[in-house]
């Protein structure tokens, strides 16, 4: 496929223009993207590949060199590293909770104290994820205390 | 041997805090029962060094590193907390006799080397567990204030 990008007139608006001969899937894929801003997680399970939103996964851990994407009742593997979504996911919704898990703040409902200064979230699915004592500092910035 | 290493600087730290806390706790105890004014032998010293390292020990049941905390659950750390509290209380109780701390007929004795050890044990933890109460309580209410702007 041929990509050509020009510069507009000073009083025209960006624009994207598909030139093509049949509207595949793929291509409304690649619009759905465009619109959408491209936020879509590829994700994995039984060999199978899915798009999710980021907002709808919990938390990410990660478990034995792989990282998971945990949803309300589903559970993903994910081929990025943590570092890698940390990078990608809104900042302004997740956070690192501990080395191996970035948590997403929507779905807390919850937090208590855990003792040794971790604290425990209660998600709104039920489970329980401990933030870490090193990363407390950054959830409480997170939310301007 | 990273973890190895990190154990050894956790279990150092205990030590350190636990013969601080010893040695204050032994100088009240000591004013209080025997006296002021009484002299004591060099062997105190060691015998307290010796309590402090058996606390350490014990100190295995607690996580050194984040990656270990990780792992337990909250109801996991506060087992840990009570098996160790218990694990104190013979340590010391076991030494004062050994070392003749005390005299096991004289309760007012026995009741003030079980008062010093809860004393030191509840404080410590008591004060870092409603810290982080006050600190939950406030983050849940701008996690509250948070859904309220976003459902907005």
């Known amino acids: ?145 | 041997m990273e973890r190895w290493i990190k154990r050894l600087q956790f279990m150092l730290g205990i030590f350190v805090k636990i013969t601080t806390g010893v040695i204050v706790v032994t100088a009240v105890y000591i004013s209080v029962f025997w006296g002021i004014k009484v002299d004591v032998k060099v062997a105190l010293l060691w015998q307290i060094l010796c309590v402090s390292a058996l606390c350490t020990v014990g100190s295995i049941l607690l996580p050194a590193s984040e990656e270990e905390a990780q792992e337990i659950s909250k109801k996991g750390m506060l087992i840990r907390m009570i098996v160790y509290f218990i694990l104190v209380n013979i340590v010391v109780l076991g030494c004062g006799f050994c070392f003749q701390w005390f005299s096991p007929s004289d309760w007012k004795m026995v009741l003030g080397m079980e008062i010093s050890i809860i004393g030191v044990f509840v404080a410590v933890t008591a004060a870092s567990y409603f810290d982080d109460y006050r600190i939950a309580e406030k983050m849940n209410r701008r996690l509250k204030e948070r859904e309220k702007r976003d459902s907005e």
């Not at chain 1, 020009?6 to 899937?25: F, Q, R, T, V």
Request: charged share 35%; proline share 3%; aromatic share 8%.
């Open chain 1, 1 to 145: 496929m041929k990509v050509t990008i020009l510069e507009p007139k000073p009083d025209e608006e960006d624009e994207i223009i598909i030139k093509c001969a049949n509207l595949d899937e793929n291509l409304l894929e690649l619009i759905r993207d465009l619109k959408q801003g491209s936020s879509k997680l590829n994700v994995y399970r039984n060999s199978e590949i899915f798009r999710i939103e980021p907002e709808q996964v919990y938390y990410f851990e990660s478990v034995d060199q792989k990282v998971f994407a945990y949803c309300r009742t589903d559970v993903f593997e994910i081929k990025s590293k943590l570092y890698e979504l940390e990078e990608e996911l809104p900042k302004q919704d997740f956070i690192r909770a501990a080395k191996s898990i970035i948590l997403n703040l929507n779905k807390i409902k919850s937090l208590t104290p855990a003792f040794g200064g971790r604290f425990e979230a209660l998600l709104k699915n039920g489970e329980k994820v401990i933030i870490s004592r090193q990363y407390v500092s950054v959830l409480k910035k997170k939310l301007g205390l």
